[in-house]
Nanobody, 120 residues
Framework: QVQLVESGGGLVQAGGSLRLSCAAS????????MGWYRQAPGKQRDLVAV???????TYADSVKGRFTISRDNAKNTVSLQMNSLKPEDTGVYYC??????????????WGQGTQVTVSS
């Protein structure tokens, strides 16, 4: 199994910054993609940003130029630096990691979620 532990959420005023981090542990053989998803109240969970093993990144249009995703392959961690936060960025942020376990089974793991609240 692969476990994820997230940290870094909180309450911030509009225009402020927060940094989310996620650490993966367990029977990891390889990691293909690490990403962050956001779920606002009453809405579906949507992709915010993802970074693949080669370093390529994809961002939701709403966060381009404000958020930056990065990963540390040696530590199996992924971070999301969020700048110029807006009230519409409010939601629960979930870390997601996809890869292959030792033994060959593929995994698609989710963190427990961390709340980000941006006040106007």
């Amino acid at each position: 199994q692969v476990q994820l532990v997230e940290s870094g959420g909180g309450l911030v005023q509009a225009g402020g910054s927060l940094r989310l981090s996620c650490a993966a542990s367990g029977s990891i053989f390889s990691i293909n993609a690490m990403g962050w998803y956001r779920q606002a109240p009453g809405k579906q969970r949507d992709l915010v940003a993802v970074i693949i093993s080669g370093g390529g990144t994809t961002y939701a249009d709403s966060v381009k130029g404000r958020f930056t995703i990065s990963r540390d392959n040696a530590k199996n961690t992924v971070s999301l630096q969020m700048n110029s936060l807006k009230p519409e960025d409010t939601g629960v942020y979930y870390c997601n990691v996809k890869g292959t376990e030792i033994g060959g089974r593929r995994y698609d793991s989710w963190g427990q979620g961390t709340q980000v609240t941006v006040s106007s």
